[in-house]
């Protein structure tokens, strides 16, 4: 199954949880405890959502640590797909003897 460019976790946030609640992103960052500037550049896509993040958010809006780390893996690897050289990567096999 081919994968469509996924949106970052941070518009996600910023989208289904902050406005939604209409939380600005200064409120958000007291409520998870972590900087404005922290979690503005999670919401601009330059900065991920990292396992510590993730569980912020799950406590704060009652969602899935897990979903907001395959979120992120999903973006990253799309990302890294678009732009990956492997044609100098050689091809390895395991045989299994019996």
Do not use: C
Not at 4 to 24: F, I, M, N, R, S
């Amino acid at each position: 199954m081919a994968m469509h460019d996924p949106e970052h976790p941070g518009q996600v946030l910023k989208t289904l949880y902050l406005d939604a609640l209409g939380l600005t992103v200064t409120e958000a960052a007291k409520g998870l405890g972590v900087s404005r500037q922290a979690l503005s550049n999670i919401i601009n896509a330059h900065n991920g959502i990292t396992p510590e993040m993730a569980l912020r958010l799950e406590k704060a809006f009652g969602t899935s640590r897990q979903a907001w780390l395959n979120m992120q893996q999903n973006y990253d690897l799309w990302h890294a797909m678009q732009h990956a050289d492997l044609s100098d990567v050689r091809v390895f096999v395991v045989s299994v003897e019996e």
